[in-house]
T-cell receptor, first 112, second 112 residues
Framework: KAGVTQTPRYLIKTRGQQVTLSCSPISGHRSVSWYQQTPGQGLQFLFEYFSETQRNKGNFPGRFSGRQFSNSRSEMNVSTLELGDSALYLC???????????FGPGTRLLVL | AQRVTQPEKLLSVFKGAPVELKCNYSYSGSPELFWYVQYSRQRLQLLLRHISRESIKGFTADLNKGETSFHLKKPFAQEEDSAMYYCALRRGVGQAGTALIFGKGTTLSVSS
């Protein structure tokens, strides 16, 4: 099976802009989780989707949002970008909630 | 609050030496514990899950609820074990919440 894919792999934006990141889960997986990875804070949970519904949300401001489509693909959006949003954004998919999570390669976002 | 602590940022050992990567957690319930590994230029991947009690690539980890620890061990390190290792916690089955809480990671460097 193909692994989790994320697009784009690299992105450069300026402060105040918005960005949308995409994640395609492993075929058959219905749950998608998003994490932010930074050198200072490490890996932090953003949110999780299952069957097009957000099931769980981390401690991030409302500028961070996401959605899941009927084919389980997921997107996350960050509005009004700040310099501190520069990070590697990881997507992980699993068969269901509480199942093993398989990670994608990440999207590296740089905010200038 | 749930927390995962990996006290060592870097662990350097010689090939053939034993390895122990420390992980301590803070959680009042019955958690699920994981070890993830990230080799150079590769995605984050699951190494061990405590409930499966497997040995993967010679690594083992035992959950010690009394000491709230989940240390990763290998009797004889190999150069190909060099990587970043993350310990992660998730609330157990039957408990609300599915997010993985990660430690800050330990870089293992094995030299000949």
């Amino acid at each position: 099976k193909a692994g989790v894919t994320q697009t784009p792999r690299y992105l450069i934006k300026t402060r105040g802009q918005q960005v949308t990141l995409s994640c395609s889960p492993i075929s058959g997986h219905r749950s998608v989780s998003w994490y932010q990875q930074t050198p200072g804070q490490g890996l932090q949970f953003l949110f999780e989707y299952f069957s097009e519904t957000q099931r769980n949300k981390g401690n991030f401001p409302g500028r961070f949002s996401g959605r899941q489509f009927s084919n389980s693909r997921s997107e996350m959006n960050v509005s009004t970008l700040e310099l501190g949003d520069s990070a590697l954004y990881l997507c992980a998919s699993s068969l269901g909630l509480k199942e093993t999570q398989y990670f994608g390669p990440g999207t590296r976002l740089l905010v200038l | 609050a749930q927390r995962v602590t990996q006290p060592e940022k870097l662990l350097s050992v010689f090939k053939g030496a034993p390895v122990e990567l420390k992980c301590n957690y803070s959680y009042s319930g019955s958690p699920e514990l994981f070890w993830y590994v990230q080799y150079s230029r590769q995605r984050l991947q699951l190494l061990l899950r405590h409930i499966s009690r497997e040995s993967i690539k010679g690594f083992t980890a035992d959950l010690n609820k009394g000491e709230t620890s989940f240390h990763l061990k290998k009797p004889f390190a190999q150069e190909e074990d060099s990587a970043m290792y993350y310990c992660a916690l998730r609330r157990g089955v039957g408990q609300a919440g599915t997010a993985l809480i990660f430690g800050k990671g330990t870089t293992l460097s094995v030299s000949s």
